[in-house]
Nanobody
């Protein structure tokens, strides 16, 4: 079973940057996709409110981004560590939320396709 651990969240002013990390451990013999989702404050209990941010298939293909973050966020990977990194630049107040890393058999922007989730890391952007 794959386990995901996120890190790197924090508080920053609008226009600033943060870098999130997500490392996968456990039975990672087969490749899979890793994605990032975020959930706005007050909507933590609603899975359907998890907004897709970006995703990539480990070891192959280019990352995909939601329109709201395209040009500002960059998703990279380290195959040796089974890790992905989300570099977030030009952060906006509306980027605030809990950010979750998740694993799926293939790249998708649908949270229902992801079967393993990390515990989340908080990102707060102030004006």
């Amino acid at each position: 079973q794959v386990e995901l651990v996120e890190s790197g969240g924090g508080s920053v002013q609008a226009g600033g940057s943060l870098r999130l990390s997500c490392e996968a451990s456990g039975h990672t013999a087969t490749s899979f996709a890793m994605g990032w989702f975020r959930q706005a404050p007050g909507k933590e209990r609603e899975w359907k409110e998890r907004q897709w941010v970006a995703a990539v298939y480990l070891g192959g293909g280019s990352p995909y981004y939601a329109d709201s973050v395209k040009g500002r966020f960059t998703l990279s990977q380290d195959m040796a560590k089974n890790a992905v990194y989300l570099q977030m630049n030009s952060l906006k107040v509306e980027d605030t939320g809990m950010y979750y890393c998740a694993a799926a058999p293939f790249v998708s922007n649908d949270y229902k396709e992801y079967n393993t989730w990390g515990q989340g890391t908080q990102v707060t952007v102030s004006s």
